[in-house]
């Protein structure tokens, strides 16, 4: 059994509230659906007793609208309704797969998108119990004063393990975020900050409010990839979306996107000069992809952080992207 | 234990006494107000705060579903608004707080049978035998009644993905999936009689009764 800090829980009704609540209680946290935070703290990986529950403001916090030539998702939408929403389906099937493939039914029910977005990091030395964590001695992320990972590594590579960020920053993704000293709307790209430890750029009374695509990205052929050891429950080993641009059967942009590496979600660099390359054929899409996956394993370097093989990791990651740009493509 | 002297002094390790608060919960179409601590998850006030047993739990965190409830918001607007079924969808009591949970309408195992007996899914599972040691039934059995009551006619590979989220270590799910395809009368048992009216190996007199096992 694990057991909780002892908590107060507040419940405000509006989005205002609770920022107010955050700004004026020390060391408050967020709780929406508490499938990443409610563990976490039973791991004694926060020291809080307070949470601010979003809950009984979701309402406010719950819809999937087209405003603006974007698509608005709510923080409080479960990843359940985004997996199911006919409208993502059809404008964004990429982002409708990755979050049909978080966790299992019961998670996905609970859990939303602001938290999946916000989700702490993860790492095999840090999710454990505070007794684990104890006897072995205590790293960086909490606590302690080294890496597990990086032998005298000094910033913490626990792995951003969300699965919908990798497509969304894909899409061109912006989130709004809400203080009370006012809001702010940045690049989903830019929110993310490679250190383990504050994995986003997150202010301590900062609420994030939606995501928003542009519906002009429903024109990108896109796909998501995962793997996981089971089809269901596990956190991705590795995870990524790809968008391309097709303009006269050639290739005019293209973005991707990896997980379940480092701190944060990372964009495959230097792919501009995949621009111009063919892919009216099958063989020219699966050349496409095997270059692109080649790419990719070159700029990543699968750690130990998750208890699943690097080396497999690092060997299978060209072949996931190679199959992903075939999906993107050929379907 | 040795805890060692730099050892950080986490709330729980220096916890002085638990404080207490009274939540409200909405179970089985019951009010109930009910005094648990601070750091109460669901799971905990329905097992120690209410004695309702039901509920198993099994990981204690996220993983294996055996402490599955049916939840959907009280707020019936909120119920439409997020597509929930009648008796709402499958979540985790072990990793909701019992303080956030005061929302929710809840239906746990033991509000499953009705006035007309067992639930259908209890008795398929009972008459399939889709049961070993038992103890991931109550979750399974309500992540399955959430998918008949949303989709009556389920494929196979629609009850695989249903129930992907409850782990059962004993019966390698076979009988489980051909349980929720009786349930939804697709199918009858493989069995040639219904379990339930054979004599237990080994055992003398009458077998322990479906209502018992399979609540
Ligand atoms: C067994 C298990 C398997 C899982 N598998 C996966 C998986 O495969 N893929 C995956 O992506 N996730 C997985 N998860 C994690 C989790 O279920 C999802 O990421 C979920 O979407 C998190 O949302 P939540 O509402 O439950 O977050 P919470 O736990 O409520 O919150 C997570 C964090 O975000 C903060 N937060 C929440 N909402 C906001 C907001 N609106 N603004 C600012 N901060 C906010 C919280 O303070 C907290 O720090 C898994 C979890 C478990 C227990
Ligand atoms: S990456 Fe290093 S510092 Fe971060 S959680 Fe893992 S062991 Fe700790
Ligand atoms: S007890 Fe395992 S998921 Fe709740
Ligand atoms: S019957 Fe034993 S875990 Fe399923």
Redesign the pocket.
């Known amino acids: 059994m694990l057991t909780l800090p002892m908590l107060a829980v507040h419940q405000p009704k509006s989005v205002d509230e609770a920022v107010a609540l955050l700004r004026d209680i020390p060391g408050a946290?967020?709780?929406?659906?508490?499938?990443?935070?409610?563990?976490n703290l039973k791991y004694g990986m926060y020291e809080t007793g307070n949470l601010v529950a979003?809950r009984g403001i979701s309402r406010e916090l719950r819809y999937i609208r087209e405003e603006e030539s974007e698509l608005r998702i709510g923080?409080m939408c479960s990843?359940d309704q985004l997996a199911n929403h006919a409208r993502v389906i059809e404008l964004f099937p990429s982002l409708a797969d990755a979050a049909s493939?978080?966790?299992?039914p019961q998670?996905r029910r609970?859990?939303?998108?602001?938290?999946?977005l916000?989700?702490?990091t993860r790492c095999v030395y840090i999710n454990q119990s505070h007794f684990w964590r104890s006897a072995l001695g205590y790293c960086l992320k909490k606590d302690g004063t080294v890496c597990h990972v990086v032998k005298g590594g000094q910033r913490c590579v626990a792995a951003a393990?969300?699965?919908?960020a990798p497509i969304l920053v894909a899409l061109g993704a912006m989130v709004r975020l809400v203080s009370p000293r006012g809001e702010r709307i940045i690049p989903l790209d830019d929110f993310y900050i490679a250190d383990g430890v504050k994995n986003t750029q997150?202010a301590r009374d900062?609420?994030?409010?939606e995501a928003r695509i542009p519906l002009a990205a429903a024109r990108l052929r896109q796909a998501y990839g995962k793997l996981?050891l089971r089809q269901a429950?596990?956190?991705?080993a590795l995870n990524f979306g790809v968008t391309i641009s097709v303009e006269e059967q050639k290739v005019a942009a293209l973005r991707l996107c990896v997980g379940a590496l480092a701190a944060r979600p990372a964009l495959v660099r230097h792919v501009d000069e995949l621009r111009g390359r063919p892919v009216s054929t099958p063989e020219e899409i699966r050349a496409l992809g095997q270059e692109l996956g080649l790419r990719a394993q070159r700029q990543c370097k699968p750690l130990t952080n998750i208890g699943v093989d690097p080396e497999w990791r690092r060997e299978i990651l060209p072949v996931l992207v190679r199959r992903g740009v075939e999906r993107a493509l050929l379907s | 234990m040795n805890r060692g002297a730099g050892r950080p002094n986490h709330q729980r390790v220096s916890a002085p006494s638990q404080t207490q608060v009274l939540v409200t919960l909405h179970i089985n179409g019951e009010t109930q107000s009910v005094a648990v601590s601070s750091q109460a998850t669901l799971l905990e006030a329905l097992r120690d705060g209410l004695g309702l047993t039901g509920t198993k739990q099994g990981c204690d965190?996220?993983?294996c579903g055996a402490c599955t409830v049916l939840a959907r918001p009280l707020d019936e607007n909120a119920a439409r608004a997020s597509g929930s079924s009648s008796r709402g969808e499958p979540i985790l009591s072990c990793?909701t707080l019992a303080q956030d949970a005061q929302g929710l309408a809840l239906t746990t195992i033991e509000g499953l049978a009705g006035a007309q007996g067992l639930d259908s899914i209890q008795r398929a599972f009972a008459d399939c035998g889709a049961l070993q040691c038992g103890f991931c039934q109550p979750g399974m059995m309500l992540s399955a009644r959430a998918l008949l009551d949303s989709n009556p006619q389920p494929s196979l590979p629609q009850i695989q993905a249903a129930l992907s989220g409850n782990l059962c270590r004993c019966t390698g799910y076979t009988k489980i999936y051909e349980a929720v395809q009786v349930a939804a009368g697709m199918r009858m048992p493989s069995h040639a009689r219904p379990v339930r009216s054979e004599p237990a190996p080994g055992v003398d007199g009458p077998r322990v009764e479906v209502k018992e096992i399979a609540t």
């Open positions: 946290r967020l709780l929406a659906g508490g499938t990443d935070i409610v563990p979003l923080a990843v493939q978080i966790a299992g998670l609970m859990g939303t998108v602001g938290g999946n916000c989700l702490d393990s969300n699965d919908t997150l900062e609420l994030l409010v996981r429950i596990d956190f991705p | 965190k996220g993983d990793i």
